[in-house]
């Protein structure tokens, strides 16, 4: 049978309120009580009660994180980061798989509700209206990751997708490509889809190279099936491009898969760029030149900023994390 706070009082020959002070960190007592105390914690193997606790303090130490889709690379990465955070504030994730569906999204709110977290973090996809009036109802802080909103007043941490898109771009003209192509994801994805191509499109504009639409193939995602595919579509329109730019890295991987299908060496035929520079993008034959996003220190930057909002009145700053080419075998320079 697991043993009370009035067992450890009992043990340790102190209040109950004196234990409670000691767990919850709080003052009143001396250094030799409350090494009495701790001890007869381990002694008996007590373990607090969090929902207790969390009725005292008003804080349950929990948080909810809020992810589109967690089969990709990007979400362990962005996790890790949230869950060093967290871990560090002395709280625990809980992680909610939304398919970017409406109805399973509210529920996952519901469940939260109900769980009585201290905040969300809401990532990778537009925060909705009936989502940010529920969470608003909540009475509980939220930050975005890897997204953003203009119609409401909630603080981000992501990348300038259109600037790192136009990098990218930039970093292939700069090698001497002039026929280039693009693997996109939604056109009507405003968060990444849109703002990616719009940088990729004015990067060539701005360099004198003449934009064609058959020089894009737009797809549902950013997988790597959608690179795959992708890649045959976009050199059936344009046999004799030297170079793409894919959306994700999984998107890039895909066409390096569908090059290697299509006997298309890279990157002695077709260079390739990736975006994201996940984990795996080293591992990949040839390992991916990409645009790097900081995905872990994001994660990380979003927790310790909802936990800024937790511990404040204050408001916090969104921050737009910076992006760098890093590059490895995938690309190489275009003679003439």
């Avoid at 709280?91 to 769980?115: A, D, F, Q, R, W």
């Avoid at 990409?290 to 310790?304: I, S």
Wanted: glycine share 6%; hydrophobic share 40%; aromatic share 6%.
């Amino acid at each position: 049978m697991s043993c009370t706070i009035k067992d450890v009082a009992r043990h340790a020959n102190v209040s109950i309120a004196t234990v409670s002070r000691i767990i919850n960190n709080q003052v009143g007592y001396s250094e030799k009580t409350k090494k009495k105390v701790l001890d007869a914690i381990e002694e008996l193997g007590y373990q607090p009660n969090a929902v207790a606790r969390g009725l005292i303090s008003k804080r349950t130490h929990t948080i909810g994180v809020l992810f589109p889709k967690l089969s990709s690379t990007l979400v362990t990465d962005l996790l890790s980061g949230i869950e060093k955070a967290t871990h560090e504030a002395g709280s625990s994730v809980i992680v909610c798989h939304t398919e970017s569906n409406g109805e399973k999204t509210m529920k996952y709110l519901k469940l939260l509700n109900e769980k009585r977290i201290d905040g969300i973090i809401f990532t990778s996809a537009p925060l909705l209206g009936e989502y940010y009036d529920y969470i608003k109802k909540m009475n509980v802080p939220m930050v975005l990751l890897s997204t953003e909103t203009y119609a409401y007043p909630v603080p981000y941490v992501k990348v300038n997708d259109r600037h790192a898109a136009y990098t990218a771009a930039q970093f292939l003209i700069n090698k001497g490509h002039k026929k280039i192509g693009m693997l996109c994801g939604n056109i009507e994805d405003a968060i990444s889809g849109k703002p990616r191509f719009d940088g990729f499109k004015s990067a060539l504009q701005d360099h004198s190279i003449p934009f064609d639409n058959s020089h894009v193939v737009f797809n549902r995602g950013f997988t790597f099936s959608d690179g795959m595919d992708g890649l045959r579509t976009l050199l059936q329109q344009v046999p004799d491009l030297t170079a793409v730019f894919a959306a994700s890295d999984e998107m890039a991987m895909g066409a390096i898969s569908s090059a290697y299908e299509l006997g298309i060496k890279v990157p002695d035929d077709l260079s390739i760029i990736g975006y994201d520079n996940l984990s795996i993008a080293n591992m990949s034959i040839p390992p991916l030149t990409t645009v790097a996003q900081p995905l872990t220190e994001m994660g990380e930057m979003a927790a310790k900023m909802l936990f800024e909002l937790l511990d404040s009145e204050k408001t916090v700053e969104s921050r737009i994390m910076p992006h760098k080419i890093v590059e490895r075998k995938s690309v190489i320079a275009k003679e003439g």
